[in-house]
């Protein structure tokens, strides 16, 4: 149908001859792997003709949530194999090789995939079961091709959708943003009560030290930093200048390159970190970590712990710094300069050689970069600063400092994307709510949400309560 229009259509004979999906073949070739995942994802398939390739009956209740972080294609399915539920994750490549091709049976990402889909393939030992698509799609290849640069094809199958999201679209946009303040409230509680606790143990210094350098870690390298701060009493004790911390903490996290790294700049900075490590590295060597606890694979230069350690150094020998802190924290500020007045604190002096590198082996730069941004210092404020600052002012029976802390986080701009939020708007706000999340607090109340009902539930929301609690809000 498309080939008879190019004759009167321009626009559609460029489509047809430059786009790569238009011009795919059902015969001679498997699609692109990209294809076979809008496909799963949509589930455009015969549905009632599905069937593993050991013959068992499959019935995909929920096919998964696509994944676009290192793993499986899709995670948190559930399906049904012979009469039998499972849960876990799906697979896709295009023949069974990929499965040790890619890596994926020594990769430990991949140990709860349930089944690995196919394109086609033939019925070989696999540890869990496998299904073809290339004889159940309900429609020819060229048309899903064709339907793949069709904005259906681009958005979210409503199918996916959770069972609160009805109730949560069919709130007045108040009484969402209401509801969306009290959770993010439950977090900002939860999380400044975590630090009490630690402070309990060690003090509310040393509590402080410990959720930063947790929150440098970002998600990949949260307990070896832990384990860093843990160690931070034995590291400043003399009180250390900045090279020295540096060297301190680049030595016992095991990041400190044994060999130079081959470039003027960084061979002469390696070597001052050296010349300080080596005299102290035994002393310190209780506390030292080995290489592979980092996880360094597919970090942003920015987020590498080299980095963060670094920025770390910088504050732990600043014998002001804490004073800084706390009159920012004091001082009233209108809600376009928090962020701004934090990062001037948590920014520091130009470093002369991270300003420059984002790690030891990377290539110099021209254009300085500061060792922390916005989104690092929203994410610091948001789960640490503001956090302390109001559970000590509880602890001190402060109120007024303790409604700083909070009009402060409730006026905080809005935080750096991430996976979990953008799957939560798709699941739970359909995508049309996104105007209520303008500030990093509404996102923090989505998150406990999807932290307190949904990640205790399935991807189709069995035994979830959230639903009908919704429910109740708009009959009040």
Same mark, same amino acid.
């Given at each position: 149908?498309?080939?008879s229009?190019?004759?009167?259509?321009?626009y559609?004979? /460029?489509?047809?001859e430059?786009l790569?999906f238009t011009?795919?073949?059902?015969?001679?070739a498997a699609?692109?792997e990209?294809?076979?995942?809008?496909i799963w994802?949509h589930?455009?398939?015969k549905r009632?003709?599905?069937q593993?390739?050991? $013959?068992k009956t #499959?019935?995909?209740l929920?096919?998964?949530f /696509?994944?676009?972080?290192p793993?499986p294609?899709f995670?948190n399915a559930?399906?049904?194999i012979?009469?039998?539920i499972?849960?876990g994750?799906?697979?896709?490549?295009?023949?069974h090789?990929?499965?040790?091709?890619? $890596?994926?049976h020594?990769?430990?990402?991949f140990?709860?995939v349930?089944?690995h889909? @196919?394109w086609? $393939?033939?019925?070989?030992?696999?540890?869990?079961?496998v299904?073809?698509l290339?004889? =159940?799609?309900d429609?020819s290849?060229?048309?899903?091709?064709?339907w #793949?640069?069709?904005?259906?094809?681009q958005?979210w199958?409503?199918e996916l959708?959770?069972?609160?999201?009805?109730?949560?679209?069919?709130?007045?946009?108040?009484?969402l943003g209401?509801l969306l303040?009290?959770?993010a409230?439950?977090r900002?509680?939860?999380k400044s009560k975590?630090i009490e606790?630690?402070?309990r143990?060690? $003090? !509310?210094t040393?509590?402080f /030290?410990e959720?930063? &350098?947790?929150?440098?870690?970002y998600?990949?390298?949260t !307990?070896?930093?832990?384990?860093i701060?843990e160690?931070?009493?034995a #590291?400043?004790s003399?009180a250390p200048n900045?090279l020295?911390m540096?060297?301190?903490?680049?030595? @016992?996290s095991?990041?400190?390159?044994?060999e130079?790294?081959?470039?003027?700049?960084a061979n002469?900075?390696?070597q001052?970190l050296?010349?300080?490590w !080596?005299?102290e590295?035994?002393?310190?060597?209780e506390?030292s970590?080995? %290489?592979?606890? /980092?996880?360094l694979a597919? =970090?942003?230069p920015a987020n590498?712990p080299?980095?963060?350690l *670094?920025?770390?150094?910088h504050w732990?020998?600043?014998p002001? &710094?804490?004073?800084r802190?706390?009159n920012?924290f004091?001082?009233?500020?209108?809600?376009?300069?928090l962020?701004?007045s934090l990062?001037?604190?948590?920014q520091?002096d130009k470093d @002369?050689?991270w300003?420059k590198?984002?790690? &030891?082996?990377s290539?110099g730069?021209e254009?300085?970069?500061t060792?922390?941004?916005?989104?690092? *210092?929203t994410?610091?404020?948001?789960?640490?600063?503001?956090?302390?600052?109001?559970?000590?002012s509880v602890a001190g029976?402060?109120?007024?400092m303790?409604?700083?802390a909070?009009?402060r986080?409730?006026?905080?701009p809005m935080?750096?994307?991430?996976?979990?939020?953008?799957l939560?708007?798709?699941?739970?706000?359909?995508?049309?709510?996104n105007g209520?999340l303008k500030s990093?607090?509404?996102?923090?109340?989505?998150l406990?949400?999807?932290?307190?009902f949904c990640?205790?539930?399935?991807a189709?929301?069995?035994?979830?309560?959230?639903?009908d609690l919704? %429910?109740?809000?708009k009959?009040?």
């Amino acid at each position: 149908m498309v080939v008879s229009l190019l004759g009167t259509n321009l626009y559609a004979q /460029w489509r047809y001859e430059h786009l790569p999906f238009t011009t795919l073949q059902e015969v001679g070739a498997a699609p692109p792997e990209r294809l076979l995942q809008v496909i799963w994802h949509h589930q455009r398939l015969k549905r009632d003709a599905m069937q593993t390739l050991d $013959g068992k009956t #499959l019935q995909v209740l929920h096919p998964g949530f /696509w994944n676009s972080e290192p793993g499986p294609d899709f995670r948190n399915a559930v399906i049904k194999i012979g009469g039998e539920i499972k849960t876990g994750d799906i697979e896709l490549d295009l023949t069974h090789r990929g499965w040790r091709d890619h $890596g994926h049976h020594s990769n430990p990402n991949f140990r709860n995939v349930i089944l690995h889909v @196919i394109w086609s $393939g033939e019925n070989l030992p696999m540890p869990f079961p496998v299904l073809t698509l290339g004889n =159940i799609l309900d429609a020819s290849l060229p048309e899903l091709a064709e339907w #793949l640069g069709t904005e259906p094809a681009q958005g979210w199958p409503k199918e996916l959708s959770g069972n609160c999201c009805a109730p949560l679209c069919a709130l007045e946009s108040d009484k969402l943003g209401d509801l969306l303040r009290q959770a993010a409230l439950v977090r900002f509680q939860r999380k400044s009560k975590e630090i009490e606790f630690r402070s309990r143990q060690v $003090g !509310w210094t040393q509590a402080f /030290w410990e959720s930063a &350098f947790r929150a440098l870690g970002y998600k990949h390298n949260t !307990w070896p930093m832990q384990r860093i701060a843990e160690c931070l009493p034995a #590291l400043t004790s003399d009180a250390p200048n900045l090279l020295q911390m540096q060297a301190r903490l680049l030595g @016992i996290s095991g990041l400190l390159p044994g060999e130079l790294p081959g470039r003027s700049g960084a061979n002469s900075y390696v070597q001052q970190l050296w010349n300080i490590w !080596w005299r102290e590295r035994e002393s310190l060597a209780e506390f030292s970590l080995p %290489k592979n606890v /980092w996880k360094l694979a597919g =970090i942003r230069p920015a987020n590498h712990p080299q980095r963060r350690l *670094a920025l770390a150094a910088h504050w732990l020998s600043s014998p002001d &710094f804490f004073h800084r802190l706390e009159n920012w924290f004091a001082t009233a500020k209108p809600e376009k300069e928090l962020l701004p007045s934090l990062l001037k604190v948590l920014q520091n002096d130009k470093d @002369i050689f991270w300003a420059k590198h984002w790690t &030891f082996s990377s290539a110099g730069f021209e254009t300085e970069q500061t060792l922390i941004g916005e989104n690092r *210092a929203t994410d610091l404020a948001i789960n640490v600063v503001l956090p302390w600052f109001w559970i000590r002012s509880v602890a001190g029976k402060n109120q007024v400092m303790q409604r700083a802390a909070e009009n402060r986080y409730f006026e905080w701009p809005m935080a750096e994307d991430n996976s979990v939020l953008k799957l939560a708007r798709k699941r739970l706000l359909s995508g049309n709510k996104n105007g209520l999340l303008k500030s990093a607090a509404a996102q923090q109340g989505l998150l406990q949400i999807v932290r307190d009902f949904c990640e205790h539930s399935n991807a189709i929301c069995e035994n979830c309560r959230f639903p009908d609690l919704v %429910k109740q809000i708009k009959q009040a």
